[in-house]
């Protein structure tokens, strides 16, 4: 579990540091959609 909460930590970190966003885009469905990969178990 620690992994993967680096990892979540990293992407999270990542993703709000994207700037500017695309129109329409919102940095936090990153961590989002790594959340559903994990809760698939991918």
Request: no cysteine.
């Amino acid at each position: 579990m620690d992994e993967l909460n680096e990892v979540q930590q990293k992407t999270y970190a990542i993703a709000t540091n994207w700037e500017p966003v695309p129109a329409g885009y919102k940095p936090v469905n990153i961590y989002e959609f790594y959340t559903s990969l994990k809760d698939s178990g991918i």
